[in-house]
């Protein structure tokens, strides 16, 4: 099964969860900061659809600035589109992604749906249900591919990462992180509010590198 395969599958998981969401659920802050879980699912559609020149063109009104640009996109769809219908599109772009979600390679794009699925469900207290290998994939490529986006490759050098519910390991020398996959993904995608969860020496020395919390988180 090719990644993108596995992205198809895993949205589709996704969107089935995020249809239980309530009213009150969408409108809650995510982890990402400033946004809440409704411009999350509007991050995620405008990855997989907006035409180029849109994304150009919102990056120079922010001189140059590509966080700033994503939240422009992200919260005026989040304005004009409810969750219901944003998760129609985003089922239908899924299957066939339109703009620069032809563009993006699939690994990155696997690894930024599901730290955004888990930044909706750690912030409403809902325990993912993320198949471990679709979660091992994205680890994979969080410690393996730089990403302009996420600081995951930076944030994982040195140290000794387990996975305590997986067979997953990541270094051979350094301090110890453990905790399970989707804590992993989500604590080197930059989010300090899963680091609670982690345990190991090596957790002061990854609180140490975490930024402030991003917009657009990866």
Same mark, same amino acid.
């Given at each position: 099964m090719s990644v993108r395969d596995v992205m198809r599958e895993s949205d589709e998981r996704f969107r089935g969860v995020a249809c239980g969401f309530s009213a009150d659920d969408w409108s809650s802050p995510s982890l990402c900061e400033r946004w809440t879980n409704h411009q999350v699912l509007a991050h995620?559609?405008?990855g997989i659809s907006a035409p180029l020149h849109s994304v150009g063109g919102a990056v120079l009104r922010h001189r140059?600035?590509? /966080? /700033?640009?994503? &939240?422009?996109m992200a919260t005026a769809l989040a304005a004009a589109?409810?969750? &219901?219908e944003l998760l129609d599109d985003f089922e239908r772009l899924s299957r066939e992604p339109r703009g620069i979600g032809r563009y993006f390679p699939p690994r990155l794009l696997l690894g930024d749906h599901v730290t955004h699925e888990l930044d909706m469900l750690f &912030? +409403? /207290?809902v325990e993912p249900q993320i198949p471990s290998e679709v979660l091992v994939a994205v680890l994979n490529t969080q410690v393996a591919v730089p990403n302009p986006f996420v600081p995951a490759f930076g944030n994982a050098r040195g140290l000794r990462l387990r996975a305590t519910d997986t067979a997953w390991r990541h270094g051979e020398r350094g301090p110890v992180? /453990?905790?399970r996959a989707a804590e992993l993904v989500s604590v080197l995608g930059n989010r300090r509010k899963v680091l609670p969860r982690l345990g190991g020496d090596g957790v002061a020395v990854l609180e140490a590198r +975490?930024? +402030?919390?991003?917009?657009?988180?990866g």
């Open positions: 995620l559609v405008v140059g600035t590509f /966080d /700033d640009a994503n &939240a422009e589109r409810p969750p &219901a &912030a +409403l /207290d992180v /453990d905790g +975490l930024s +402030l919390p991003t917009r657009t988180g």
